[in-house]
């Protein structure tokens, strides 16, 4: 399989997240207008809401790259789907699907670097037809947010996540991962899940 640099890199901020210290904070909310050029994505661009609701705990880390290492990716995804709700992934027009996990890492410069991962909606026709997507059964979020609250990262919906030599590994089913572009970061906002 061929991993390409973009992946390779979100694959590198997925292992930062787990080699550094994180500074557990309140719960957030962020938007994003989120881009796509790929056609296995859909083409075209609208406004993502993320709202986190509770950051990720080192051992809940620490016990999905266990899953992942020991036992590969269907095994960190039984363990991401019994990992207790750390916020909602939304656009204007949907409802929402839950994220699993959300674990931030603060960069030398004053900003943060944020890994979000969960399972993905996989719809009936999908589980019942298995087409090569059902291979790739997680999203996975990497944002950069400055000391003042903005930033850019990427998204890719389709992502297959496996352990080789130490080294996580992210495949993205796409071209190329959804751009996030003008991310905003601000405190959650009340009634929000």
């Given amino acids: 399989m061929t991993f390409r640099p973009s992946i390779l890199g979100a694959a590198v901020a997925l292992v930062s997240s787990l080699a550094f210290a994180q500074t557990l904070g309140q719960p957030e909310h962020f938007t994003a207008n989120a881009v796509s050029t790929s056609p296995q994505y859909g083409t075209g661009q609208q406004i993502i809401d993320i709202n986190v609701t509770r950051w990720s705990t080192p051992a809940e880390r620490d016990a999905l790259v266990a899953a992942l290492t020991s036992k590969g990716q269907d095994q960190l995804l039984k363990a991401l789907q019994k990992m207790k709700q750390t916020g909602t992934i939304r656009t204007p027009d949907s409802l929402g699907y839950p994220l699993r996990y959300a674990f931030q890492t603060p960069d030398p410069e ?3 670097t944020i ?4 399972d993905r ?11 090569r997507s059902f291979d790739y059964p997680f999203t996975v979020i990497q944002m950069h947010i ?3 609250g903005t930033g850019k990262g990427t998204m890719s919906y389709a992502t297959r996540i496996t352990a080789k030599n130490n080294t996580i590994e992210l495949e993205d089913f796409a071209t190329q991962p959804i751009m996030l572009n003008n991310i905003k970061a601000e405190p959650a906002k009340v009634g929000k899940g």
């Fill in 121 to 131: 909606p996989i719809s009936f026709w999908e589980a019942t037809n298995q087409p």
């Fill in 146 to 148: 400055d000391r003042d």
């Fill in 110 to 112: 004053g900003g943060r």
């Fill in 115 to 118: 890994v979000i991962a969960t």
